[in-house]
């Protein structure tokens, strides 16, 4: 076994929120350190991904050991203001669907928190918040 | 002086004394406890109670990972030593808790040695977590602390 390439982590997290997306009806997704100028009165999502406090799981120093790692995928979903949030919980249950207690090439999600409706930020929107919170054992 | 830490033991284990010493993977943590009978030699006109050392015996846990084994491995050795039914407990088990692994358990390496009766298996599973199997042990015979040379 080698350590963990997060970077394969995150195109597992992302692969599968963009395919998704892209379907119909497709809805533009933007990852992290992406720009992106929306639409006004458009849906869009924002999905920023991080890892966090990772740490030992067995005994074992630099082979034959493991390691939890753990992080959150952050989804901001923003639809036009002023006409419900029926539009928006659509795009989240597609969200949900897509990560809740999955297992997808080792990666385990969580059970998803939200759609929180948050503060739009950028203004103009009507905007929720989807985290899944996810796991991958390293095996040294 | 050096000290470890706990990520740098590790377990080996063996079924009979036909198998070889095998490293147990994905273990969480081992404890060993080891106990000495005091007995009371104290005789009439001591003011002070004297005990001396009776018999040693040791008894602790193996906290592992499930997963999937097989008869023949470390680990799936280990699992089912609980279900060694009696009538064949003559083939003896043995285990090494290691301290320190230098690497491979080669030279420098820290163990403590015993032959070892596992004495109770609790499988767990709970939501969100690993699965864990703890395992309670008893040692046989004689207990060694020893270095790798």
């Not at chain 1, 005994?59 to 002023?82: K, Y």
């Not at chain 2, 063996?14 to 106990?35: G, M, N, P, R």
Request: glycine share 8%; charged share 15%; with cysteine.
């Amino acid at each position: 076994m080698a350590a963990a390439d997060l970077n394969t982590v995150r195109s597992t997290i992302e692969s599968r929120l963009a395919t998704e997306l892209a379907s119909s009806p497709s809805i533009p997704v933007v990852f992290n350190n992406v720009s992106y100028a929306p639409t006004p009165n458009s849906s869009w999502v924002q999905c920023l991904l991080n890892f966090g406090a990772n740490n030992y799981l067995t005994l074992g120093t630099t082979a034959g050991s493991d390691n939890r790692i753990v992080g959150v995928t952050v989804l901001n979903i923003f639809t036009p203001s002023g006409v419900g949030s029926g539009a928006n919980f659509t795009i989240a249950k597609r969200i949900r669907d897509l990560y809740n207690r999955i297992n997808v090439s080792g990666v385990y999600f969580d059970a998803p928190i939200g759609p929180e409706v948050v503060s739009a930020s950028p203004e103009g929107y009507f905007q929720t918040q989807v985290r899944v919170t996810f796991e991958f054992i390293e095996e040294l | 002086m050096a000290f470890y830490r706990g990520e740098q033991g590790n377990v080996l284990f063996k079924h009979d004394s036909a198998d070889t010493l095998t490293v147990v993977t994905a273990v969480q943590s081992w404890s060993l406890s080891i106990e000495k009978d005091a007995l009371d030699a104290t005789v009439f006109g001591n003011e002070f109670r004297n005990p001396v050392g009776g018999l040693i015996s040791g008894s602790g846990t193996i906290e592992v990972f499930y997963e999937k084994t097989a008869a023949g491995d470390g680990k799936g050795d280990l699992i089912r030593e609980i279900l060694t039914t009696p009538s064949t407990e003559s083939t003896t088990a043995s285990a090494e808790l290691y301290t320190y692994d230098a690497g491979s358990q080669g030279s420098g390496s820290e163990k403590i040695t015993f032959d070892i009766l596992i004495t109770s298996a609790e499988f767990n599973a709970t939501v969100g977590e690993l699965q864990v199997v703890t395992l309670g042990f008893e040692t046989k015979g004689t207990i060694a602390i020893a270095s790798v040379a």
